[in-house]
């Protein structure tokens, strides 16, 4: 819906509801069909605060889609040996179709060997280096969270995304290279710039479609944005308020590129609600792959 400013509002939070009813229902058919019940493992090293809030939040909107949800908090201080044969048990749980080792770890365990440890059948979080390169390569593959959970929000929008020019502002493993490989995929004409792009402000101006994933607070400024064009903003970033108050904005100048965008996500409320909604959906999709079902006949994909 359009916002005050002129710009479509994209409802993240919306979607990812419709989103996350589609897989409760594939859920249940796959129950009453074959008599699986999906069941994710999440693993939290430490007591990180916001991680402990995502982690509670992953917990309830799992066992709401009728999945079973399985949560293993460990001290803050726990061995990387402690954590890495923890998820071998978890590799080897036939209960356990999906595992997500909740990032960032206590600084003695090595998030890669952690990450390299993971089935990458069950590998719902699509880092594991093998589900990487299966997404490059055209292949099914697990896919991270958030770069999917844009992609289905750019496809809402747009339809086909063939032919257009996009851009993918940061190249990190989590979000910038698997966005810029679902757009190839989608035949997009796709540019992943990053902090040392040369005249970073006119490659923005040239995208129908900007993804923004930086982490560094309203640094897409509106003069920016293409006329019309569509803007993806990932960033979650604590500020001071002028009222001495933090609140969250995004890496995206939201009010400065309404004004001019076509289409734009908000920050809370746009892109953040569709990585949990797209982490049931993989787990749906590993435990019908583990099953050698087709993953289109429950998963909405």
Avoid at 53 to 58: A, P
Avoid at 108 to 134: C, E, M, S, W, Y
């Amino acid at each position: 819906m359009p916002g005050d400013t002129g710009a479509d509002i994209i409802d993240g939070k919306a979607f990812a509801g419709a989103l996350r009813a589609r897989v409760a229902d594939g859920v249940s058919r796959l129950r009453a069909d074959h008599g699986l019940t999906p069941g994710l493992a999440v693993v939290l090293v430490g007591e990180d605060p916001a991680s402990q809030v995502y982690v509670r939040n992953k917990g309830r909107q799992t066992r709401e889609a009728g999945m079973a949800s399985f949560e293993h908090r460990l001290a803050a201080d726990t061995p990387e040996t402690e954590v890495l044969a923890l998820v071998r048990r978890l590799n080897a749980d036939p209960a356990v179709n999906g595992i997500l080792v909740q990032l960032p770890l206590p600084d003695q365990i090595r998030a890669p060997a952690v990450i390299d440890t993971i089935d990458p059948a069950k590998d719902a979080d699509g880092f594991h280096v093998t589900n990487a390169g299966l997404l490059a390569i055209g292949q099914p593959a697990m896919v991270p969270c958030t770069p999917l959970g844009c992609l289905m929000l750019l496809k809402d929008r747009l339809g086909s995304l063939s032919g257009a020019r996009a851009l993918v502002l940061g190249r990190s493993n989590i979000v910038g290279k698997p966005m810029a490989q679902l757009l190839l995929a989608e035949s997009a004409t796709v540019t992943i710039a990053h902090s040392r792009t040369r005249d970073l402000a006119d490659e923005c101006r040239r995208a129908d479609i900007l993804v923004a994933a930086v982490g560094r607070a309203r640094m897409v400024e509106g003069s920016w944005v293409k006329p019309g064009a569509t803007v993806i903003d990932v960033g979650i970033n604590r500020v001071d308020g002028a009222d001495g108050k933090s609140r969250l904005v995004g890496d995206v100048d939201f009010d400065a590129a309404a004004r001019v965008a076509g289409a734009i996500t908000p920050v809370p409320g746009g892109v953040g609600p569709m990585t949990i909604a797209c982490l049931l959906l993989n787990t749906l999709v590993a435990t019908c792959r583990q099953h050698g079902l087709d993953p289109k006949e429950y998963a909405p994909v």
